[in-house]
């Protein structure tokens, strides 16, 4: 394959990350809230979680944006766009392990591991060489 179908795909894991934050704040926040409410949770607690789950939330979608960056930008320089690769599909794919296998099964957390491997395997195989065709 080439490296232009190799960033295609890690794209799509980039758009999944980005999207995927949509909603884990708008249906996950909710249900935060509702357990802080019904564990009589101190305040300090509450707008701390509060706080917490917005920084999680912009967090995962930044990392979808870096990943789609790095997929737009692999024809420029596939050298430093290989190591972005792996290292971000590696730290998605080390969560999503580590998180599936805390509480087995955890499907929620699969997610990550599928968008790991979407950023991860791709950057094992891209070519070192600059250009759009290699």
């Known amino acids: 394959m080439r490296n232009t179908s190799w960033a295609a795909i890690i794209s799509l894991g980039g758009v999944i ?6 909603f884990y704040y708008y249906l996950g926040y909710r249900m935060m ?13 509450y ?3 509060n706080l917490v789950w ?13 990943a789609i960056f790095i997929g737009i930008t692999i024809r420029k320089n596939l050298r430093y ?21 805390h509480t ?3 499907w929620k957390l699969f997610i990550f ?4 491997c979407l950023i991860f395997i791709p950057g094992l195989f891209l070519s070192k060489e600059k250009g759009p065709y290699y």
């Not at 509702?34 to 300090?44: C, K, Q, T, W, Y």
């Not at 766009?81 to 296998?101: N, R």
């Open 17 to 22: 990350l980005a999207g995927s934050s949509f």
């Open 33 to 45: 809230e509702e357990m802080l409410e019904d564990a009589s949770a101190h305040d300090a607690l």
């Open 47 to 49: 707008s701390t979680m």
């Open 54 to 66: 917005i920084l999680t939330t912009i967090s995962l979608f930044l990392c979808g944006v870096w």
């Open 81 to 101: 766009m290989k190591k972005q690769a792996l290292t971000l599909g590696g730290g998605l794919l080390t969560f999503g392990i580590i998180g599936f296998l």
């Open 104 to 106: 087995f099964p955890n």
């Open 113 to 116: 591991i599928v968008v790991g």
